[in-house]
T-cell receptor, first 113, second 112 residues
């Protein structure tokens, strides 16, 4: 498995502002992902964070709203831009350790007022 | 893309009884099927997974079965305990695609 940390663990933000979430892994991994989990819902993949190239976004998610960085094989950031109350969710990063198996970070609980 | 359906959405069982959650998938090329357990306020935790070259896998009180022909897979929890109370998610992916498609989740409550 892998040890995954996320910062911040939670935040309360005003609408129109942006928040950057960090994901750190204790070992180098090829694949990192960002998910959104709305209250009481399942997990929805936002994008795959590719090292050295632009992220690959899923249908319904765009780079302008959710810019992602992946500067190396152990770190990624997700920014939620120009936030509205509808962006209130838990945001989770995950890593694939090389066997299709994904492990999740602890999540960032975002509340937008 | 892949569509994963999960049933039931809620399940209440008496402690010591068995619990069964079923998922169906749409993409016949899917070949990896993990199950995650998510306790309130916690991250999803991988509890068991199965690949398409295997029909059944067991780990202590939990087991997963896969029927490739019917495109469904199930999670079985035997001798349930209060600590089994959580939301369980099934998922599916294709080898090399890496992207997981999740079911809607099942809230399991074990009554003491």
């Amino acid at each position: 498995s892998a040890v995954i940390s996320q910062k911040p663990s939670r935040d309360i933000c005003q609408r129109g502002t942006s928040l950057t979430i960090q994901c750190q892994v204790d070992s180098q991994v090829t694949m990192m992902f960002w998910y959104r989990q709305q209250p009481g819902q399942s997990l929805t993949l936002i994008a795959t964070a590719n090292q050295g190239s632009e992220a690959t976004y899923e249908s319904g998610f765009v780079i302008d709203k959710f810019p992602i960085s992946r500067p190396n094989l152990t770190f990624s950031t997700l920014t939620v831009s120009n936030m509205s109350p509808e962006d209130s969710s838990i945001y989770l990063c995950s890593v694939d350790v090389g066997t299709d198996t994904q492990y999740f970070g602890p999540g960032t609980r975002l509340t937008v007022l | 893309g892949e569509n994963v359906e999960q049933h039931p959405s809620t399940l209440s069982v008496q402690e010591g009884d068995s619990a069964v959650i079923k998922c169906t998938y749409s993409d016949s090329a899917s070949n990896y099927f993990p199950w995650y357990k998510q306790e309130l306020g916690k991250r999803p935790q991988l509890i068991i997974d199965i690949r398409s070259n295997v029909g059944e896998k067991k780990d202590q009180r939990i087991a997963v079965t896969l029927n490739k022909t019917a495109k469904h897979f199930s999670l079985h929890i035997t001798e349930t305990q209060p600590e089994d109370s959580a939301v369980y998610f099934c998922a599916a992916s294709r080898h090399g695609d890496y992207k997981l498609s999740f079911g809607a989740g099942t809230t399991v409550t074990v009554r003491a």
